[in-house]
């Protein structure tokens, strides 16, 4: 089965910092979503990668998923409060019709003023 | 962030109770999927729908019983749960994913806490 390894578990970041999430996985990514949540939550659909090397921007966040799409990052510039919560990556591991996701065990974010 | 509900957000049962979990969507997707979120794990797929047929059952306890009447409704029906139950379950929707085509984005409802006494 497929494992996400998420790094680091938990950041605290000033401000106007800039900062970086990683996802690994054990198996080729065929489908890499990012997902925020906040405690206790749903989930809020970020950015969906599919091919290696592929980058996406929204905002002040950045993903991308290199070329041996194995490992996927997401960046944000310029730290906000409204960015704090828990970053999830998911992986699709099905290539049926309805999609069936593994997720990291998450990145809590805290934003301090 | 409206497009998926689920009721109740917050549910303490005893062992001994049997409760049911509502999931509805009104995106007009064609696959539904149940989730648990415990402490400290990731996130776990329990059952996926895909046009009303189970087409997943992630070794999901038998105390734990998914229904889906229609594309836009999901239950869990839940009977003799363990303490080890409580947890966050969260519901949601996505479109059908053509052969060879994209892969479609989850959209999630905002979860029903549960505890089990």
């Known amino acids: 089965s497929q494992e996400l390894e998420q790094s680091p578990q938990s950041l605290i970041v000033q401000e106007g910092k800039n900062l970086t999430i990683n996802c690994t996985s054990s198996?080729?990514?065929?489908?890499l979503y990012w997902y925020k949540q906040k405690y206790g939550e749903g989930l809020i659909f970020l950015m969906m990668l599919q091919k290696g090397g592929e980058e996406k921007s929204h905002e002040k966040i950045t993903a991308k998923l290199d070329e041996k799409k194995q490992q996927s990052s997401l960046h944000i510039t310029a730290s906000q409060p409204s960015h704090a919560g828990i970053y999830l990556c998911?992986?699709?591991?099905?290539?049926?019709?309805?999609?069936?996701?593994?997720f990291g065990t998450g990145t809590r974010l805290q934003v301090t003023l | 962030e409206t497009g998926v509900t689920q009721t109740p957000r917050h549910l303490v049962m005893g062992m001994t109770n049997k409760k049911s979990l509502k999931c509805e969507q009104h995106l007009g997707h064609n696959a539904m999927y149940w989730y648990k979120q415990s402490a400290k794990k990731p996130l776990e797929l329990m059952f996926v729908?895909?046009?009303?047929?189970?087409?997943e059952n992630n070794s999901v306890p038998s105390r734990f019983s998914p229904e889906c009447p229609n594309s836009s409704h999901l239950f869990l029906h839940l009977h003799t749960l363990q303490p080890e139950d409580s947890a966050l379950y969260l519901c949601?929707?996505?479109?059908?994913?053509?052969?060879?085509?994209?892969?479609?984005?989850?959209?999630f409802g905002p979860g029903t806490r549960l505890t089990v006494l």
């Open positions: 998911g992986a699709d591991t099905n290539t049926g019709t309805a999609s069936k996701l593994t």
């Open positions: 729908y895909n046009f009303k047929e189970q087409t």
């Open positions: 949601a929707s996505s479109r059908q994913r053509l052969a060879g085509g994209f892969y479609n984005e989850q959209f």
């Open positions: 198996k080729t990514l065929y489908g």
